[in-house]
């Protein structure tokens, strides 16, 4: 008995053996001596804070987006558009970036700014880094806050050799909106086989015996507005709002009346509503003078047309301008330089002699003058650029026009005389 219980606890004893034996054998085993156990992870809680959480510093944008106008889409085709292509082609290859290009119409649903309101409002990542717009584009644009001002990001516009009407482009309310890229003027072309002199004042251009065309019906009344101005005339009162000098508006129109009677402005200017119709009546030889703009005759330089600047009372230069600036439109702050670092690429006088010529658009700096080639191309050019001004802001102007426009016909159509005409305007203009 003794010994199957001693057999019997030998046995339990060498069971119990076994099963220690085969449990350590079952344990996980690294699968190299020189492997290292990861760590088992821990989860750390952070204890709430007042304190400003520490941001990366942003990395720098891989890509710049642009909007502008269909007249200058650097994918148009034309030599001026290949120059503005390559010149984006070359900053994106330099700081490696892309560069992307949408062409938006100026005004209407869909217009530059009616885009950028929407953008704004709904979809700020999708606003552009530039938009290239006209200056009352530029000044409405800024006012609805739609607009980065500039000032403290490029050196003072005043500092540099930029012409004053581009100054005034890139200036809303006393801060600078932008870098000014191209103008247009008001110039006076005329074929000089039929014109020996062109007229530079009131009275040499009352003895031309050859109407000199302009739309009497074009509803900023550009013309007019130009002549008032050169007069002396002003647009606002002391307190800003809209005005019109009847006095000095009587003068402009007393021309306008003596040009009629003279044959230098018949009637037939108050069917003509835009540039492209006054210039069609000088294609077809109606009259040998007519006053457009500067970027038509550079753009398509007439062989039997020369130019010279527009008659003013006394043989003064000074005439109206308008022209296109590059504006940072998007909020987010760590964008700004590199897009600063593009407007100013596009606006180097380097580029701009070539480019302005091509374009047939007169440059925003001086530096940019020696581009044009032809010495009386570039005399034409210098001149323009030191007479032309900037009329602004482009609410008064909504409300000037029309009163501008509607004494011009009534006057040319001797409706009523000069005097009654000016006040007429005057008073449209004050209102009710």
């Known amino acids: 008995m003794f010994t ?5 606890k030998y046995f339990i004893a060498l069971t119990l053996m076994l099963v220690l034996i085969l449990t350590g054998c079952a344990q996980p085993t690294t699968s ?7 760590p088992t992870p821990t989860l750390t809680v952070s204890s709430p804070t007042t304190e400003e959480p520490i941001l990366d510093t942003p990395s720098p944008p891989t890509y710049l987006r642009l909007w502008v106008p269909p007249e200058l889409d650097p994918a148009d085709g034309t030599r001026a558009g290949r120059l503005l292509q390559a010149r984006l082609d070359e900053f994106a290859e330099r700081r490696g970036v892309d560069i992307e290009v949408r062409v938006k119409a100026l005004n ?35 006012l609805k806050g739609l607009l980065i001002p500039m000032d403290e990001m490029i050196e003072p516009l005043e500092e540099s050799d930029w012409y004053e009407y581009a ?21 006076l072309l005329y074929r000089p086989a039929m014109v020996a002199e062109p007229p530079h004042d009131w009275v040499s251009a009352l003895e ?36 019109l000098d009847a006095e000095t508006l009587a003068q402009v129109l007393t021309f306008f009346q003596e040009g009629n009677t003279s044959g230098l402005m018949p009637s037939w200017f108050t069917e003509l509503t835009s540039d492209d119709e006054a210039f069609a009546q000088y294609s077809e030889n109606s009259g040998d003078m007519v006053v457009t703009w500067a970027s038509r005759y550079l753009n398509e ?45 596009l606006t180097h006088s380097d580029f ?11 440059p925003p700096r001086s530096s940019a003058l020696s581009g044009w080639f032809d010495t009386t191309t570039r005399n034409l050019v210098g001149r323009t650029v030191l007479s032309a001004n900037i009329v602004s802001p482009a609410d008064v102007l909504t409300v000037i026009s029309p009163a501008l426009k509607q004494a011009t016909m009534d006057v040319l159509n001797n409706l009523v005389d000069p005097a009654t005409a000016a006040q007429n305007a005057a008073n449209q203009v004050l209102g009710p």
């Open 4 to 8: 199957r219980r001693l057999i019997s």
């Open 32 to 38: 190299s001596a020189t492997d290292t156990p990861e």
């Open 108 to 142: 209407g649903s869909g217009g530059l700014v009616d885009s950028l309101s929407a953008a704004n409002a709904a979809a700020p990542l999708a606003l552009p880094d530039l938009v290239l717009l006209p200056h009352d584009l530029l000044e409405a644009a800024a």
């Open 167 to 187: 100054r005034q482009l890139a200036t809303v309310q006393n801060s600078t909106y932008g870098l000014p890229f191209a103008g247009d003027a008001l110039i």
């Open 208 to 243: 031309t015996a050859t109407p000199m065309i302009f739309p009497a019906a074009d509803e900023l009344a550009s013309f007019t507005l130009a002549q008032y101005l050169t007069s002396g005339g002003q647009l606002q009162d002391d307190e800003g709002r809209p005005m």
């Open 301 to 345: 330089l007439p062989v039997d047309t020369a130019a010279d600047s527009i008659p003013t009372p006394t043989g003064s230069l000074n005439t109206l301008a308008h022209g296109w600036v590059w504006a940072l439109s998007n909020p987010q702050v760590q964008r700004h330089p590199l897009s600063v670092e593009l407007a100013e690429f």
């Open 352 to 362: 701009l002699s070539r480019w302005s010529p091509a374009a047939g658009l007169l």
